[in-house]
């Protein structure tokens, strides 16, 4: 399992993003001062995937950095 956050994108947004590229990330609220993160999971069946998983979760980051902070989906 792996979760990361971020101080400078919107994870949300990032999440999003990958949806619309068919990668399926959770998202996990913050809790008792947590920061909310985006959470996967990750084993030996899904390596062959790394390499176009990270291409596309960069691209899905440059994008929400565009997005507006304030911005929130419907």
């Excluded at 069946?45 to 990270?54: E, M, Q």
Aim: aromatic content about 10%; some cysteine; glycine content about 4%.
């Amino acid at each position: 399992l792996i979760a990361f956050t971020s101080d400078t994108v919107n994870v949300f947004h990032v999440i999003d993003e990958m949806k619309e590229r068919d990668w399926y990330v959770q998202q996990q609220l913050g809790f008792l001062g947590s920061k909310e993160n985006i959470h996967l999971c990750v084993t030996p069946g899904t390596s062959a995937w790394v390499d176009p998983f990270l291409t596309d979760l960069r691209a899905c980051v440059e994008t929400a950095k565009a997005i507006p902070a304030d911005h929130s989906a419907d």
